[in-house]
């Protein structure tokens, strides 16, 4: 299984500020994968992060609002723009390894006031 | 696309008793069913998965099941433990192809003493 890790393990932030996350993996992947997991809830697909290229988002995000940077095949990032209080969430990133199997590291625990 | 429904949503044993979690899916051509254990203040862990070649799969203490005519697969805990307290989820995909993992609602099993 991959290592994965992710800074800052928390924050709180105020309205309007943005946030970058940072997701680093022990090993070269090809598919990673951005999170958002609202208290309570299920995990969403945000985007897929695409080394070289610009991220594919799901319906409902938006570039804007989460750009996503992939300079390698161990590292990415997620910024949260223009914060409100409805993205106060987790947010994960996750690698896919051989054999399909996905696996996720230990969240980003978003406040925003 | 994918919809996975997720039952109970909360599950509450005794220590030594067992548990089971069960999903259904909706799209046929699922082919990778992972489950996922989430503890508090964790990012999701794989705790076992099974393909669609397979009709079950055992690790331990914890078993998966898969029924692909009737479109559902279930997680059986044996000997429960207060350690296997957590929110657990299933995820479908269909691997391969630009689709992805697709989870449920979640169930929060406690065992209690």
């Known amino acids: 299984s991959a290592v994965i890790s992710q800074k800052p393990s928390r924050d709180i932030c105020q309205r309007g500020t943005s946030l970058t996350i940072q997701c680093q993996v022990d090993?070269?992947?090809?598919?990673m994968f951005w999170y958002r997991q609202q208290p309570g809830q299920s995990l969403t697909l945000i985007a897929t992060a695409n080394q070289g290229s610009e991220a594919t988002y799901e319906s409902g995000f938006v570039i804007d609002k989460f750009p996503i940077s992939r300079p390698n095949l161990t590292f990415s990032t997620l910024t949260v723009s223009n914060m409100s209080p409805e993205d106060s969430s987790i947010y994960l990133c996750s690698v896919e390894a051989s054999h399909n199997e996905q696996f996720f590291g230990p969240g980003t625990r978003l406040t925003v006031l | 696309g994918e919809n996975v429904e997720q039952h109970p949503s909360t599950l509450s044993v005794q220590e030594g008793d067992s548990a089971v979690i069960k999903c259904t899916y909706s799209d046929s051509a699922s082919n990778y069913f992972p489950w996922y254990k989430q503890e508090l203040g964790k990012g999701p862990q794989l705790i076992i998965d099974?393909?669609?070649?397979?009709g079950e799969k055992k690790d331990q203490r914890i078993a998966v099941t898969l029924n692909k005519t009737a479109k559902h697969f279930s997680l059986h805990i044996t000997e429960t433990q207060p350690e296997d307290s957590a929110v657990y989820f299933c995820?479908?995909?269909?691997?391969?192809?630009?689709?992805?993992?697709?989870f449920g609602t979640g169930t929060r099993l406690q065992v209690t003493l």
């Open positions: 090993s070269q992947v090809t598919m």
């Open positions: 099974i393909r669609s070649n397979v």
């Open positions: 995820a479908a995909i269909l691997t391969g192809t630009a689709s992805k993992l697709t």
